[in-house]
């Protein structure tokens, strides 16, 4: 059985979805997210991300 985690924040998605949505891997994402790069945190053994932050970290990332 699979459990849900509801969030306030509609602009949180779990690294997974973020991960296949964005084309990184998860220890990408979760390293970003530990040096403060983009916004995000830990709850009950999974990753989530702000994801409007991550877009705005990958749209740099292509600018380099």
């Known amino acids: 059985m699979t459990k849900v985690t509801m969030l306030s924040n509609e602009n949180y998605i779990s690294t ?27 709850h009950a053994r999974k990753w989530y991300v702000h994801e409007p932050s991550l877009r705005v970290w990958v749209e740099q990332l292509y600018r380099r």
């Open 16 to 42: 997974q979805q973020a991960s296949e949505k964005y084309n990184y891997c998860l220890k990408s994402i979760r390293l970003w997210i530990k040096s403060r790069k983009v916004k995000g945190f830990k």
